[in-house]
């Protein structure tokens, strides 16, 4: 599952293809806007309040590169990182907002290969929701526990077989194996939260 734009959930109002070249998305849970990818922000516009055509029409817009492709967050209320501006998964962009021409607060989601119109493609897969109307919840994230990397352990040392839900958990580096690797981080990651417990 790809990292979703909003906590909670996240629901589609608008959807990709024919004139319309993104996916909209409204934060009913959290309005912050968070970048789905890790990448370089390569443009901040602020919307001049009134025009709704051309470039505006996206009123405040940040757009991200990564991986040679441009994704555009639109319709921003406000914005909270620069140009040039180094993102992970999960930074935020600003907050969902109005501007631009919308009928109502939204994000615009768009995906490009290029810097032209005709180089958009699919968002939905890059945000965690399918290319229809609906509503579409962030996963709730994993609490792992010593168990878990006991468990990596002796996948690692081939005394278990891994399931597939093994692989989902436990392979934390997603190369196809479950290794003394990933049990040492699933450990750090359980040590973290029981430190988070305790504060």
Not at 61 to 86: C, E, P, W
Not at 166 to 182: C, E, P, Q, S
Request: proline share 4%; aromatic share 8%; net charge neutral.
């Amino acid at each position: 599952m790809q990292m979703m734009i909003f906590k909670g959930i996240n629901r589609v109002t608008q959807t990709y293809g024919g004139s319309h070249g993104g996916i909209d998305i409204v934060g009913d849970t959290d309005p912050t806007v968070r970048s789905v990818t890790d990448g370089e922000v390569y443009s901040v516009q602020y919307w001049d309040g009134k025009t709704k055509t051309g470039s505006q029409s996206y009123g405040n817009l940040v757009i991200v590169t990564h991986d040679g492709k441009r994704f555009y967050y639109a319709h921003l209320k406000s914005i909270a990182v620069k140009k040039n501006q180094q993102l992970k998964p999960g930074d935020t962009i600003g907050i969902m907002g109005s501007t631009g021409n919308v009928t109502g607060p939204h994000v615009h989601f768009e995906v490009r290969t290029g810097s032209t119109t005709k180089t958009r493609v699919d968002p939905a897969p890059y945000c965690g929701v399918e290319n229809k109307k609906g509503v579409y919840t962030e996963p709730v994230p994993h609490k792992y526990t010593a168990k878990d990397a006991r468990r990596a352990l002796r996948i690692a040392a081939t005394l278990e077989t891994p399931t597939e839900e093994d692989y989902r958990l436990l392979d934390l580096d997603n190369d196809g194996k479950i290794t003394a690797k990933d049990a040492r981080d699933i450990l750090r990651r359980a040590a973290e939260l029981e430190e988070e417990t305790n504060n």
